[in-house]
């Protein structure tokens, strides 16, 4: 069965450092996303993407984040200059176009960023 | 703006009894809603999904869930719990489209003693 995968699955960085999170999204999937989950809170969005440019974003994605598909199968999120407050969990999440009975994200495994 | 609501942070049930997790939610115009299950250190994994059509939708491992549109609710429940059943569940609603944000609910904790 396809799934998203994400590297890495943890990353240590320190603070004012940049990080870039990797995803391979399902292969024929065309709307990608990221959303985050702090320590003990709820699931977050952050951004959606489609054709190659950001559909929505939301306010925790300023100008510190940047998404890109350098590729057809990679899809990235930057952190220009880590915060401590940007230790959570990131998940990526695809879907496919929607003309279909899919409607359904779904998650990679998500990348735990710890920022020291 | 749109928002969901799980009143319980956990629900504690004994395995082989019926279970029912709560979710509300508010949104702009027709809901699509979603149920997600999180196991301890995994992502999130897609239990069931409501669009349109029968209230009643069935999904994974013998869950289902019961859209009602007048009180703005869509419980998931499942007739006989299983030890394994014991995850962090989440409610999503998004509105209706494909790439549309997924909005989530703060979690439900179920756990299932024998």
């Known amino acids: 069965e396809p799934e998203v995968t994400q590297t890495p699955s943890h990353q240590v960085t320190q603070m004012g450092q940049e990080v870039i999170l990797r995803c391979v999204p399902i292969?024929?999937?065309?709307?990608f996303y990221w959303y985050r989950q702090i320590l003990g809170q709820k699931v977050e969005f952050l951004v959606s993407f489609y054709n190659n440019e950001i559909s929505e974003k939301s306010e925790i994605f300023d100008d510190q984040f940047s998404v890109e598909r350098p590729d057809g199968s990679n899809f990235t999120l930057k952190i220009r200059s880590t915060k401590l407050e940007d230790s959570a969990m990131y998940f990526c999440?695809?879907?496919?176009?929607?003309?279909?009975?899919?409607?359904?994200?779904?998650f990679g495994p998500g990348t735990r960023l710890t920022v020291t | 703006a749109q928002s969901v609501a799980q009143p319980e942070d956990q629900v504690n049930v004994a395995e082989g009894n019926p279970l029912t997790v709560k979710c509300t939610y508010s949104v702009s115009g027709n809901p699509y809603l979603f149920w997600y299950v999180q196991y301890p250190n995994r992502g999130l994994q897609f239990l069931l999904k409501y669009i349109t059509g029968d209230n009643l939708v069935k999904g994974s491992y013998g869950f289902e869930a019961e859209f009602n549109k007048s009180q703005t609710s869509f419980h998931l429940k499942k007739p006989s719990a299983l030890v394994s059943d014991s995850a962090l569940y989440f409610c999503a609603v998004s509105l209706t489209g494909g790439g549309n944000k997924l909005t989530f609910g703060t979690g439900t904790q179920l756990k299932v003693e024998l």
């Open positions: 292969s024929n999937h065309l709307y």
């Open positions: 999440a695809s879907s496919d176009r929607g003309y279909t009975s899919s409607y359904e994200q779904y």
